[in-house]
């Protein structure tokens, strides 16, 4: 059983940038693929980012690709989303996920943890 807790969210300016962390609980958590989803008011929840368990394979939705760092310290069971450049878009509500494989980075499916989610706001 793995538990994720996000932080760091809040309202930022946009062009600003802000660093969203999510604690793991349990032993499994460097073995896993940990993703990053988010939800804008009235839309579906899509793909952010994903890393694999050692960090050697990264992919980013193409909105965010350029924008966003994801990163992970499995010693400290964290992963982190970094986001620069912020954009009133990348309003959301921001969850991380794992996954036991990138066999489908993107399908949602195939995360069989989420945490809480932590609100990003970005004004104009």
């Known amino acids: 059983q793995v538990q994720l807790v996000e932080s760091g969210g809040g309202l930022v300016q946009a062009g600003g940038s802000v660093r969203l962390s999510c604690a793991a609980s349990?032993?499994?958590?460097?073995?896993?693929?940990m993703g990053w989803f988010r939800q804008a008011p009235g839309k579906e929840r899509e793909f952010v980012a994903v890393i694999s368990w050692g960090g050697r394979s990264i992919y980013y939705a193409d909105s965010v690709k350029g924008r966003f760092t994801i990163s992970r310290d499995n010693a400290k069971n964290t992963v982190y989303l970094q986001m620069n450049s912020l954009k009133p878009e990348d309003t959301a509500v921001y969850y991380c996920a794992a996954a036991p494989d990138l066999v489908a980075p993107v399908a949602q499916s195939r995360y069989d943890y989420w945490g809480q989610g932590t609100q990003v706001t970005v004004s104009s």
């Open positions: 349990g032993r499994t958590f460097s073995s896993l693929a």
